[in-house]
T-cell receptor, first 113, second 115 residues
Framework: EDQVTQSPEALRLQEGESSSLNCSYT??????LFWYRQDPGKGPEFLFT???AGEEKEKERLKATLTKKESFLHITAPKPEDSATYLC??????????????FGSGTQLTVLP | GAVVSQHPSWVICKSGTSVKIECRSL??????MFWYRQFPKQSLMLMAT?????????EQGVEKDKFLINHASLTLSTLTVTSAHPEDSSFYIC???????????FGSGTQLSVL
C-alpha cells in the first residue's frame, strides 16, 4: 500500500524567510510524485510533477526536488500570497491503470507580512 | 490548460433530501474521473473511481447506495448523495486526467451542508 507523510503539519514564516516542506513516501514503483497547492474552499491547484530521483523543477519562488524516499518543496523568500495548504501525492504501480493518487495530509503554510 | 468544472460550489439541504454534484472536463475527454471527500484541515480521501460507460469502483467503507456515481459521457460525471444526513456534510472534490501519468486536474469543490 502506498503511503505519503508530510511534515510539518503547519508552518508559519515571516515574509522573506525561506524554508522547506517535506514529503516522505513509500510506493511500489513510483510513476510520479505530484505537488498541489490548495486554498481554503477550493480544489487543489497543480504545481509540479516529478518522475525520478534527482529531478528538480522550479516555478517562481517554489522549487521541488525528489529522492528515492522523499521530496522537498523549497520556498524562497515567501510572500503572504504563498499562504496555502501544500499537498503531496504519489502515483504508484499498484494503482494500475486507474491513476489513483495517494495524498499526504498536507502542510498548512502561513506567511506573515 | 485543462479545466475541470464542478457545480454547485456550495449547497445547503435538509436532512433526507438528495443532492447531485456535477463534474465536467471542459477541454478534454476523461475516461476516468475521481471523487474525493475532504474534512476540515485533512487531506483528500478517495471515495470512488468513475469510469465512463461502466460502474464506479468504490473505496472500502464508502456506501455505493448512498453515493451514486454516474459517468454517462466522456466529459461528465455526477455524484448524488442520497438521503443526506448531517454527517454527510463535507467538501466534495472531483478530478480528471487525460491519461497515462498525466497530472490530475481538480474541480473547485462543493461544500455540502446538511441541516
Amino acid at each position: 500500500e502506498d503511503q505519503v507523510t508530510q511534515s510539518p503539519e503547519a508552518l508559519r514564516l515571516q515574509e522573506g524567510e525561506s524554508s522547506s516542506l517535506n514529503c516522505s513516501y513509500t510506493v511500489s514503483g513510483l510513476r510520479g510524485l505530484f505537488w498541489y497547492r490548495q486554498d481554503p474552499g477550493k480544489g487543489p491547484e497543480f504545481l509540479f510533477t516529478l518522475y525520478s530521483a534527482g529531478e528538480e523543477k522550479e516555478k517562481e519562488r517554489l522549487k521541488a526536488t525528489l529522492t528515492k524516499k522523499e521530496s522537498f518543496l523549497h520556498i524562497t523568500a515567501p510572500k503572504p500570497e504563498d499562504s496555502a495548504t501544500y499537498l503531496c501525492a504519489v502515483l504508484g504501480l499498484s494503482s494500475g491503470s486507474a491513476r489513483q493518487l495517494t495524498f499526504g495530509s498536507g502542510t498548512q503554510l502561513t506567511v506573515l507580512p | 490548460g485543462a479545466v475541470v468544472s464542478q457545480h454547485p460550489s456550495w449547497v445547503i439541504c435538509k436532512s433526507g433530501t438528495s443532492v447531485k454534484i456535477e463534474c465536467r472536463s471542459l477541454d478534454f475527454q476523461a475516461t476516468t474521473m475521481f471523487w474525493y471527500r475532504q474534512f476540515p484541515k485533512q487531506s483528500l480521501m478517495l471515495m470512488a473511481t468513475s469510469n465512463e460507460g461502466s460502474k464506479a469502483t468504490y473505496e472500502q467503507g464508502v456506501e455505493k447506495d448512498k453515493f451514486l456515481i454516474n459517468h454517462a459521457s466522456l466529459t461528465l460525471s455526477t455524484l448524488t448523495v442520497t438521503s443526506a444526513h448531517p454527517e454527510d456534510s463535507s467538501f466534495y472534490i472531483c478530478s480528471a486526467s487525460r491519461g497515462g501519468n498525466e497530472k490530475l486536474f481538480f474541480g473547485s469543490g462543493t461544500q455540502l451542508s446538511v441541516l
